[in-house]
């Protein structure tokens, strides 16, 4: 079967830095993508990874590791703007739609 | 402004009621998705369609129906036949389903059935 999952909630700081874990098990792997939702709205497209390695993109990046099946998304910096769902997402194969996990609700405080 | 709509964003109905909600996108993209996100739940995939007149299935597909006469609309019908169809409905679109190519989504339709 197909299997994403990722912590439910995570707590940060202001100006501090967070790590969200994407553990994934899927019959093949196309690419990994990052969203972010905030509350009641559409998920908004942050970063995709398809080779293993670091992708930095301004305050975030997104980490791969293809043999372990695992991902993580980095915040530097952290703003109040930034609380919100994290959605990892998986293409089990070409011509498919994005498989997500379940999200990790982050609440930054001051 | 290119975009996917959604409309409307909020809808109420009558159990027992078939309700369509509409999804289109003036980006040009081959590829449509339906998803139903549920508290706690993430995104499940209902349908999705990688060219006009063409749809699959997704995980939870019972109870809804699709249709692909465009390639700019793809509308999603919750049938009474959908035993919980309260939840946030979300459509994307993407250029294709290629690899590298990810999906762009609608505001959303929060449909509320009592």
């Known amino acids: 079967g197909q299997n994403i999952d990722q912590p439910t909630e995570m707590t940060a700081t202001e100006g501090a830095i967070v790590q969200i874990n994407c553990t994934y098990q899927?019959?093949?792997?196309?690419?990994l993508f990052w969203y972010q939702q905030h509350a009641g709205e559409a998920p908004t497209f942050l970063s995709y990874?398809?080779?293993?390695g670091l992708e930095e993109k301004g305050r975030f990046s997104s980490f791969l590791s293809r043999s372990k099946g695992y991902s993580y998304l980095l915040l530097k910096e952290l703003q109040m703007k930034d609380s919100a769902s994290y959605l990892c997402?998986?293409?089990?194969?070409?011509?498919?739609?994005?498989?997500f996990g379940k999200g990790t609700t982050l609440s930054v405080s001051s | 402004d290119g975009g996917i709509t959604q409309s409307p964003k909020y809808l109420f109905r009558k159990e027992g009621q078939n309700v369509t909600l509409s999804c289109e996108q003036n980006?040009?993209?081959?590829?449509m998705y339906w998803y139903r996100q549920d508290p706690g739940q993430g995104l499940r995939l209902i349908y999705y369609?990688?060219?006009?007149?063409?749809?699959q299935k997704g995980d939870i597909a019972e109870g809804y129906s699709v249709s692909r006469e465009k390639k700019e609309s793809f509308p999603l019908t919750v049938t009474s036949a959908q035993k919980n169809p309260t939840a946030f409905y979300l459509c994307?679109?993407?250029?294709?389903?290629?690899?590298?190519?990810?999906?762009?989504f609608g505001q959303g339709t929060r449909l509320t059935v009592v």
């Open positions: 994307a679109s993407s250029i294709d389903q290629g690899a590298n190519t990810e999906a762009f």
């Open positions: 899927t019959s093949g792997f196309n690419g």
């Open positions: 990874n398809v080779l293993d």
């Open positions: 997402a998986v293409r089990d194969k070409a011509g498919t739609a994005l498989i």
């Open positions: 980006l040009n993209h081959d590829a």
């Open positions: 369609s990688q060219i006009v007149n063409d749809f």
